[in-house]
């Protein structure tokens, strides 16, 4: 399989392996790569998907070898994702970057749902109190557009982007519903094909036995038999499943199979809280074979969703695990499906389905109203070009042979789409991007047979497909972690302390900090509180709020500003400057600067100071020569929280 992308071109898109849903390499079927097919994006995508796999981090070697592509093209195709911002390098390591979801946000925005819909899914959430998350179709699998999810100490694990088997989720049988025979064969070649379900990373394999509520001795031993005969069909410790034995066929998930995760112990689920209900006519017998597994029932269980208009996924994935879901339509089709997810613990399916699905229906409509009264999106103005010939010309002249330029191109193509460009002629995509119309010819040419565009009367469209390129590990990516390699950067070029924190309230919490290696150096903790008045990062945070706290101001060295008027007139000049300076007034001997971090709507989020010892730098010499660096840092911890945080909440922390 990995040895597929590097061998001929030909076989780089995992021809053969019957195109299911859950291979992204390749559009499917083993179709034969088209002769004007860009080889360098397949290759480019097959390293972006690998990293996808890797839950964002592999090393180059292994890139190496799950790719099976030769080193020195790994490491061009690595050199030039990271000049485009979409990886970085560290060390022997590549790591997936927040502006990679830039082609995600191209899809999303296209799709107009999550702008339209996300805040419904939330409040449902909230009046709830489960998770709810929204999805499209994805051939046959099911992929998550939005998840708005309850923090406990068992929560949902599932991210947007995550693609899942139709068959084993709530929302499955309701898009099978609009099936047609192509789709439900596709459907069972991929069955046949992928038997344990590995080709979808985000769920455990298939292999555990739906049973029956009252197995007899008899079953037992027939089904015994039957695996005696026809070989054992259940997974192995290599499978990453505990193994089983003859006195208990039963086969637990280890923790790095589990969807639920639980912050306190780990969760061996019982008999009773297993999917009961093989589908009728299953029972296993040395004629029939091995017992029905997950997702055998999918066209029954689509039967009923059609007559129901609802459905019920209960424990399909794993254990513990209910939901239930409706679809949402708009001009009579299903634009996506809104499904509410909770544990057994807190209900049954049965439970979930008698107590929930009243205010289910009423989201729902609600729902299909704000699709149904929202105006067509208008056209977007032609875009201008992304300034990609400027761009590849610098890169070119820095990586020089390392640098690949078909790529970069490539890529860029698909952040052509977007709100109001949801549907692209050739021409458009040209102008849009700067590239010549045979280039972006080629380019939608190849990102249609690996299935990121589909075609139709001259116009493209992205697939929900492109939110596999590294959505799903970057979307749980917090405030914290996207400025680390900022504060990093910023630490080595100063040689100073630097450190991101939040307010809670009238103190700062410290979220992410690098130190340097001195004798004399600054001494702060991630989770540290200060009270916010007497600090750098606390005055560009005050300064931003429309009525800061001033009261309560205590001296904590002789030169602490405690006067709430003279404090005001400190932060006044604070917002006007854009930046705060504190000479000795936390600690005698402590100098500080800070400035602000802003989201996408302008509001200050976070603040980034740098803190040093008052005899290694002068106040003049603080804004003259860390200030310009200070600002830049921040820019660009904004730039990739932009990014990030177009279609999701970023956590502060």
């Not at 499955?172 to 379900?197: I, K, Q, S, V």
């Not at 007559?307 to 009579?332: F, S, T, Y």
């Not at 309230?505 to 290696?517: F, K, L, P, V, W």
Request: net charge neutral; charged share 25%.
């Amino acid at each position: 399989m990995a040895a597929n992308v590097g061998a001929a071109q030909g076989s780089a898109t995992g021809a053969g392996r019957a195109g299911r849903a859950g291979d992204e390499d390749g559009a499917g079927g083993g179709a034969a790569v088209p002769v004007e097919a860009v080889t360098p994006l397949i290759r480019g995508i097959a390293v972006l998907r690998r990293l996808t796999e890797a839950d964002g981090v592999s090393s180059l070697s292994g890139l190496e070898r799950s790719t099976g592509l030769a080193r020195s093209t790994v490491d061009r195709i690595t050199a030039t994702l990271a000049r485009r911002g979409y990886v970085r390098l560290d060390g022997r390591d590549a790591v997936l970057a927040p502006r990679l979801m830039e082609l995600g946000n191209a899809y999303l925005a296209a799709l107009r749902l999550p702008r339209l819909l996300d805040a419904h899914a939330d409040a449902l959430a909230d009046e709830l109190d489960e998770s709810v998350s929204l999805a499209v179709g994805d051939q046959d699998g099911i992929r998550f557009i939005h998840q708005a999810t309850r923090r406990r100490a068992m929560s949902l694990s599932f991210r947007i982007g995550d693609l899942l088997p139709a068959e084993r989720t709530a929302p499955g049988p309701l898009f099978a519903t609009e099936w047609g025979e192509r789709e439900w064969a596709r459907w069972r070649e991929r069955r046949a094909a992928d038997p344990e379900d590995r080709g979808f990373p985000a769920v455990p394999a298939r292999s555990r036995p739906i049973e029956t509520e009252a197995e007899t001795e008899a079953e037992a031993e027939r089904r015994n038999a039957s695996r005696a005969t026809h070989g054992d069909r259940y997974p192995t410790p290599d499978d990453g499943l505990s193994s089983t034995t003859a006195d208990d066929d039963r086969i637990v998930p280890t923790d790095a199979d589990r969807i639920v995760r639980t912050d306190n112990s780990r969760i061996v689920p019982t008999d009773a809280d297993r999917h009961l209900g093989p589908a009728p006519g299953r029972t296993p017998s040395p004629e029939t074979g091995p017992p029905p597994t997950l997702g055998d029932d999918f066209e029954r269980r689509t039967a009923e969703a059609r007559e129901d208009g609802w459905a019920l996924d209960d424990q399909l994935i794993e254990p513990g695990l209910v939901a239930l879901a409706m679809p949402v339509r708009e001009a009579g089709r299903i634009a996506c499906v809104v499904s509410v997810v909770s544990h057994t613990s807190r209900h049954t399916a049965a439970d979930l389905r008698d107590t929930l699905l009243p205010r289910l229906r009423a989201a729902v409509a609600a729902m299909e109203r704000e699709l149904s009264e929202a105006p067509s999106a208008a056209p977007a103005a032609a875009a201008t070009p992304s300034g990609l010939a400027v761009w590849t010309g610098a890169s070119k002249q820095e990586l020089g042979r390392e640098f690949v330029e078909s790529l970069a191109r490539g890529l860029t193509v698909i952040t052509a789409f977007g709100e109001g460009r949801s549907e692209l002629t050739l021409t458009e995509v040209a102008q849009a991007t700067g590239l010549a119309r045979a280039t972006a010819r080629r380019a939608l040419i190849t990102l249609e047979h690996l299935g990121y565009v589909t075609a139709h009367a001259r116009v493209f469209r992205l697939t929900p497909r492109v939110l596999g390129l590294g959505f799903p590990p970057l979307s749980r990516t917090s405030l914290a972690e996207i400025a680390a390699p900022h504060l990093t950067g910023l630490s080595e070029r100063l040689r100073e302390s630097v450190s991101l924190a939040v307010l809670t309230g009238d103190e700062i919490q410290y979220t992410a900090r690098i130190t340097t290696s001195r004798i004399l150096s600054v001494h702060i903790t991630v989770g540290t509180r200060l009270p916010a008045y007497a600090t750098s990062l606390g005055r560009v945070m005050l300064a931003d709020l429309p009525d800061p706290p001033l009261s309560g101001l205590r001296p904590l060295t002789p030169r602490t500003i405690t006067d709430p008027g003279r404090l005001k007139t400190v932060l006044d000049r604070v917002r006007d400057e854009g930046y705060a300076l504190v000479d000795e007034e936390l600690e005698q001997g402590l100098r500080s600067i800070a400035v602000p971090v802003r989201e996408r709507g302008g509001r200050v989020v976070a603040a980034v100071n740098v803190a040093m010892h008052s005899s290694r730098r002068t106040s003049a010499q603080c804004v003259d020569e860390v200030l310009p660096e200070l600002l830049a840092t921040a820019g660009g911890v904004e730039a990739d929280l932009r990014v990030a945080g177009r279609f999701r909440r970023v956590p502060r922390a």
